[in-house]
Every structure is written in structure tokens, then in C-alpha cells.
């Protein structure tokens, strides 16, 4: 065995290694949209089953004529 003196020397990548890393990024890349995805469902799902404050409810169900009750 020789010491070249470079201890951190790398092996020329070869196609198979390069392969190797576009899988992973690729990979990656699923894994977080599949998450994203997951997530933003969640988030719909919360949204449809949140109940309505009902303040808010009131207001959209029972119009109110102001301007009768100011004549009162």
C-alpha cells in the first residue's frame, strides 16, 4: 500500500454513481411533494370541519335592515 500524501482523494465518478445521485434527488423530490400534498389535504379537511363562530353564522343566515331599526 503507498501514501500519495492526499488522504481525501475521490474516486472519478462513474456513471453508475451519477445515476445513483439523480435517483436520490428524484427521490427526494417525490417524497416532499407527496408531503406537501398530505399536508394541504389535512388543511382542507380542517377547514370543512371547523365549526362556523356564530357571529358569523347569524349575519349570513338573518339579514338586518338597519335602517327600520333606526326609525324605531
Do not use: C, H, I
Not at 53 to 68: A, L, N, W, Y
Amino acid at each position: 500500500m503507498t501514501d500519495d500524501g492526499n488522504p481525501k482523494a475521490q474516486a472519478p465518478e462513474n456513471e453508475d454513481s451519477k445515476n445513483l445521485t439523480g435517483m436520490a434527488k428524484a427521490f427526494l423530490v417525490s417524497v416532499a411533494w407527496s408531503y406537501a400534498e398530505a399536508l394541504e389535504r389535512t388543511k382542507r379537511s380542517r377547514n370543512s370541519q371547523e365549526p362556523v363562530p356564530e357571529s358569523q353564522t347569524q349575519s349570513q343566515t338573518e339579514p338586518v335592515d338597519r335602517d327600520s331599526e333606526s326609525n324605531q
